[in-house]
């Protein structure tokens, strides 16, 4: 089961953490103009985040750069200005233009995006060698952009599932039912067994409908993949109708 607790509360929303299995790889990388390659750890229409898996990069604020986004065959060029660095990291804002704009809109697309998802429950034993944690019975991930997570009791009913898409957050818990929120961070933590991700949620003290419509969308296109068993998509849809 997921790791949690309450951090704040305000007549808003309150910030709960939640501890999920990390991918180790992403297929969803930019390499620059300069021929360095990165994985790209966030994507949106405004900008993305980029990171080495090791050493450090020589970009600065303010420094201007371009490169190619390359995700599973397609690819986007893209440019933009460094707005914040951090040791391996640092994060990039677009350049206003419409085309490209249109690119990564299109990329973001949830068809385009159901249709690069990939079965990394199975990934994981078959390709990797890795083992995931007991109680996840389902792991869809495409790049950074979207992870569905399916976890089961011990007796093999399903407990909880987690759809997070870009900074939208939703998840179903057995006898709790839905909460929606955005994620405010991440942060990577190395274990001896597994990658994991700590994220800071923004949890909505109402559900938002908007939210859970999206992730409702996204599960209806997962027939067509045929990664997960139909029963599970039919029980997911139950539980965000």
């Known amino acids: 089961m997921e790791r949690q607790f309450v951090l704040l509360k305000s007549d808003h929303s309150r910030q709960e953490k939640r501890i999920l299995p ?42 201007q750069l371009g490169g190619v986004l390359h995700w599973q065959g397609q690819e986007i ?10 040791e391996n990291r640092f994060g990039m804002k677009f350049t206003d233009c ?9 990329l973001l697309s949830p068809r385009t995006i159901v249709d690069h998802l990939r079965p990394v429950h199975s990934m994981l034993k078959t390709e990797i060698g890795l083992e995931i944690p007991r109680a996840l019975r389902y792991w869809l991930q495409a790049g950074r952009i979207l992870e569905i997570f399916v976890w089961q009791y011990q007796h093999g009913e399903l407990s909880h599932f987690h759809i997070l898409m870009l900074d939208n957050f939703v998840e179903w818990v057995d006898g709790l039912g839905i909460k929606t929120g955005k994620t405010l961070s991440k942060r990577k933590i190395e274990t001896p067994l597994n990658d994991e991700d700590e994220l800071v949620l ?35 849809k139950v539980k965000l109708s």
């Open 202 to 236: 923004s949890i909505d003290n109402e559900c938002n409908q908007d939210k859970v419509v999206k992730a409702l969308e996204i599960v209806n296109l997962l027939s067509a993949v045929k990664h997960i068993p139909q029963e599970v998509i039919d029980f997911m």
């Open 77 to 86: 060029t893209l440019a933009g200005k460094v707005k914040w660095r951090v």
């Open 22 to 63: 990390r991918f180790p790889y992403s297929f969803l990388t930019f390499k620059c103009k300069e021929g360095r390659t990165f994985e790209v750890s966030d994507l949106s229409l405004e900008g993305m985040q980029l990171a080495l898996r090791d050493g450090d990069h020589q970009y600065k604020v303010n420094d």
């Open 98 to 106: 419409k085309d490209m704009r249109g690119h990564i809109r299109e």
